[in-house]
């Protein structure tokens, strides 16, 4: 069956660095794209990052561009979220998520918690 398992979370400073990481298992990763979602305190799910891990392409919220990096690895199938920079508003419940087509997430992680705090 589909698995996403997420992990990397942590207590960050900011100005620092924290990598996600997104194991997957259960299908063919490089046929899929694959999303980061996260959700601030009492806040609504917020698209972050894709990859279309088949290929070149990544595409970044304005939020986080230029700050954050997803990539993939097909022989581990795993999904990587490098994110620098971090500011206090980057805290959240960051999730991957698999894409089914049409913007439509079909498979979640339990996702991993990260707190930007001084």
């Known amino acids: 069956q589909v698995q996403l398992v997420e992990s990397g979370g942590g207590l960050v400073q900011p100005g620092g660095s924290l990598r996600l990481s997104c194991a997957a298992s259960?299908?063919?990763?490089?046929?899929?794209?694959m999303t980061w979602v996260r959700q601030a305190p009492g806040k609504g799910l917020e698209w972050v990052s894709g990859?279309?891990?088949?290929?070149?392409?990544?595409y970044y919220a304005d939020s986080v561009k230029g700050r954050f990096t997803i990539s993939g690895d097909n022989a581990k199938n795993t999904l990587y979220l490098q994110m620098n920079s971090l500011k206090p508003e980057d805290t959240a419940h960051y999730y991957c998520?698999?894409?089914?087509?049409?913007?439509?997430?079909?498979?979640w992680g339990q996702g991993t918690q990260v707190t930007v705090s001084s």
């Open positions: 998520a698999r894409e089914a087509g049409g913007a439509t997430m079909d498979y």
């Open positions: 259960g299908f063919t990763f490089s046929s899929y794209y």
């Open positions: 990859i279309n891990t088949g290929g070149p392409n990544t």
